[in-house]
């Protein structure tokens, strides 16, 4: 029997070649209202070509309409992103630069690193074009762009005594699709998968695991401090395995003083980043704030690897097992890690209000943020915590 829809309307009836594409342009077209990020195309788009039914390809678009017909007027979705400029640029010199989360890319980006380090995650960007353009630039530096695994990636340049590569492997030719153009000296300019980073990072570093000592009864609260290396997979391979081991070292001895100064108890060493927690909320910050100011410090005598961390903390209940903590509340404080800017510390506004009462800690002004994976928008606020 022809692979073809036979008759009617009826969800069992099978599908070809025609209704799949038709489910990608509808999905290439959300894409560009803002209403669907590039990592759900890549999943969708993957469930699309999959399906066998018609069944399986109303599920892939459930949300956003049928394939041959416009989205509805309200379809409980956020609205779409203003459209960006045609042209934008993130620029690093000597530092750390970095787009993240929910962003809107036009149809070209440039990204310059000179003696410093670009990280573009593209996972929950929202992109305007099929074709996007990005032109990546590293003198001395590094531009490194996550990719979710499915998107087709073309890259072409060059980077003299560098490297450009491109780790996604090969893709099906479907749009939307990324072209990264880099050249450079002494750099390097790369594209990968988000887990391929995650995984290299923890390579990086063989400090065994430890476990929570201090005893977890059901519904205690803690406050957890996330903290991650920006830029971390440039760096390594940057600096080689090697000196990126010596590094590594020496931001985790500069973390674990504090932790220790402080009363905290490592939980987790995932490689470039831990996971701590405390019992006080304003314990909790002020390691924070001395993890920022000892690596400011190692900057200063170390300005050719200058490291750069981010830090979320939040307070809640948590589940213990085995010498680690599980729970809502632990997602929350890894998710607003995600969100911090280099060398910041967030702290969600529960953890804000259970320190405020010292007096001695200073906030910026509140935002409201989404986090993925959560519904709705949660209140974060910036901790000052320069000593200058």
């Not at 803002?34 to 039914?53: I, K, M, N, Q, S």
């Not at 923890?202 to 996330?226: H, I, M, S």
């Not at 490592?266 to 314990?283: I, L, P, Y």
Request: proline share 5%.
């Amino acid at each position: 029997m022809d692979d073809e829809v036979q008759q009617g309307d009826d969800g069992a009836l099978r599908v070809g070649d025609a209704e799949r594409e038709a489910t990608i342009a509808a999905l290439r077209d959300a894409v560009g209202d803002g209403r669907v990020t590039l990592d759900e195309f890549a999943d969708r788009a993957g469930a699309t070509y999959a399906a066998t039914t018609v069944a399986d390809l109303r599920a892939v678009v459930a949300d956003l309409g049928r394939p041959d017909r416009p989205a509805p007027a309200s379809t409980g979705l956020a609205a779409a992103p203003a459209a960006p400029p045609r042209s934008q640029r993130v620029v690093a010199v000597m530092g750390g630069a970095e787009r993240k989360g929910r962003w809107t890319v036009g149809a070209e980006l440039s990204a310059v690193a000179v003696m410093g380090g670009v990280e573009l995650d593209l996972y929950d960007a929202a992109l305007t074009t099929e074709v996007t353009t990005i032109r990546a630039f590293a003198l001395m530096g590094a531009v490194e762009i996550l990719v979710p695994e499915g998107v087709p990636v073309q890259v072409e340049g060059f980077v003299l005594m560098g490297a450009l590569e491109n780790r996604t492997g090969p893709h099906r030719d479907q749009r939307p699709m990324l072209r990264v153009v880099g050249h450079g000296m002494w750099g390097a300019v790369e594209v990968r998968h988000r887990k391929a980073r995650e995984k290299a990072a923890r390579q990086a570093d063989r400090t065994p695991t430890p476990r929570l000592e201090q005893p977890v009864a059901a519904g205690d609260t803690f406050t957890l401090l996330f903290t991650d290396i920006v830029g971390s997979t440039v760096l390594a391979e940057r600096l080689g395995d090697q000196r990126w081991s010596e590094l590594l070292r020496e931001h985790n001895t500069l973390v674990r003083d504090e932790i220790s100064r402080h009363g905290g108890d490592e939980v987790k060493n995932q490689g470039d980043g831990f996971m701590v927690a405390f019992r006080s909320a304003r314990r909790a910050l002020l390691a924070a704030i001395g993890i920022q100011r000892a690596l400011e410090d190692h900057r200063r005598s170390h300005p050719e690897h200058p490291l750069h961390v981010r830090i979320g903390v939040h307070s809640g209940e948590v589940v213990a097992d085995d010498g680690d903590l599980h729970g809502r509340n632990v997602v929350l404080a890894s998710r607003i890690s995600d969100l911090a800017g280099p060398d910041e510390v967030l702290a969600s506004a529960l953890t804000k209000q259970l320190a405020d009462a010292g007096g001695d800690l200073c906030f910026g002004a509140g935002r409201h943020v989404p986090l993925k994976g959560l519904s709705g928008e949660w209140l974060v606020h910036p901790l000052e915590w320069s000593a200058s």
